[in-house]
């Protein structure tokens, strides 16, 4: 996929093939995000709390959880997530490779300038 703003991404990971690049899905191309983060855990720790993502955003839970509060813990023997399953409030797990790809696709209705642009972590 072509890129046209990258952040805290190296020229090589820019170029990269990433799977969500073979989604199919119909996005604007002439603005496409790529947008990178360093995070100090092994992809089994960082994997467990994408997954608690089922219960909460992480975010302003006043704003984006109708007042309800993210777990502060991990949920344990919490149901792996499966393509299908909502994420967040706006999103849709598109596709997802246990601690290698997670990606997640913005509800039709929710954005009409992001919609169907695929998120990748």
């Not at 360093?38 to 994408?50: C, D, M, Q, R, T």
């Not at 007042?67 to 909502?86: F, I, T």
């Given at each position: 996929?072509?890129v046209?703003?990258?952040?805290?991404?190296?020229?090589?990971?820019?170029?990269?093939?990433?799977?969500?690049?073979?989604?199919?899905?119909?996005?604007?191309?002439?603005?496409?995000?790529?947008?990178?983060?360093?995070?100090?855990?092994?992809?089994?720790?960082?994997?467990?709390?994408?997954n608690?993502?089922?219960?909460g955003?992480?975010?302003y839970?006043?704003?984006?959880?109708?007042?309800?509060?993210?777990?502060?813990?991990?949920?344990?023997?919490?149901?792996?997530?499966?393509?299908?399953?909502?994420?967040?409030?706006?999103?849709?797990?598109?596709?997802i490779e246990?601690?290698?790809h997670?990606?997640?696709?913005?509800?039709?209705?929710?954005s009409?300038?992001?919609?169907?642009?695929?998120?990748?972590?």
């Amino acid at each position: 996929m072509p890129v046209s703003h990258a952040t805290w991404v190296t020229e090589e990971e820019q170029h990269m093939v990433f799977p969500c690049d073979d989604l199919g899905i119909d996005f604007d191309q002439s603005y496409s995000l790529l947008r990178g983060i360093s995070v100090n855990a092994s992809p089994e720790i960082l994997y467990k709390w994408l997954n608690q993502l089922q219960y909460g955003p992480y975010s302003y839970d006043w704003l984006d959880n109708p007042g309800r509060r993210s777990p502060q813990y991990l949920v344990e023997d919490s149901p792996s997530m499966k393509p299908g399953k909502p994420v967040i409030e706006m999103f849709t797990l598109a596709s997802i490779e246990l601690n290698r790809h997670f990606t997640a696709v913005m509800k039709p209705n929710f954005s009409r300038d992001l919609r169907n642009a695929p998120l990748l972590i």
